[in-house]
Nanobody, 115 residues
Framework: QVQLVESGGGSVQAGESLTLTCKIS????????MAWHRRQPGNQRELVAT???????QYSDDVAGRFTISRNKTRREMYLRLDELKPEDTGVYYC?????????WGQGTQVTVSA
């Protein structure tokens, strides 16, 4: 069974930083697409940052230049560094891993940014 567990969320002031961690129960050495998504209050889930097929990094326009995705294949962990946080970054952040027709999600971690 594939499991993903996020951690690192919290409540911060605007301008501060957080680092989210996703522990993944499967190997990251193959060409899996790994990503961070978020659900802002009242909105649909949106893609924030991704390793496309394990290699190409992409960011949404909202977070490019402020967020950084990274990973440690040996530890089976993926990270999202959130810098220069804004109140509109508030939401639940999810990590995902996908290959073939399969996609798996974590339970999410809450990030709250106050002005």
């Amino acid at each position: 069974q594939v499991q993903l567990v996020e951690s690192g969320g919290g409540s911060v002031q605007a301008g501060e930083s957080l680092t989210l961690t996703c522990k993944i129960s499967v190997s990251l050495y193959s060409r899996k697409t790994m990503a961070w998504h978020r659900r802002q209050p009242g909105n649909q889930r949106e893609l924030v940052a991704t390793y496309v097929q394990g290699e190409t990094v992409q960011y949404s326009d909202d977070v490019a230049g402020r967020f950084t995705i990274s990973r440690n294949k040996t530890r089976r962990e993926m990270y999202l560094r959130l810098d220069e946080l804004k109140p509109e970054d508030t939401g639940v952040y999810y990590c995902t891993v996908a290959w073939g027709m399969q996609e798996y999600w974590g339970q999410g971690t809450q990030v709250t940014v106050s002005a």
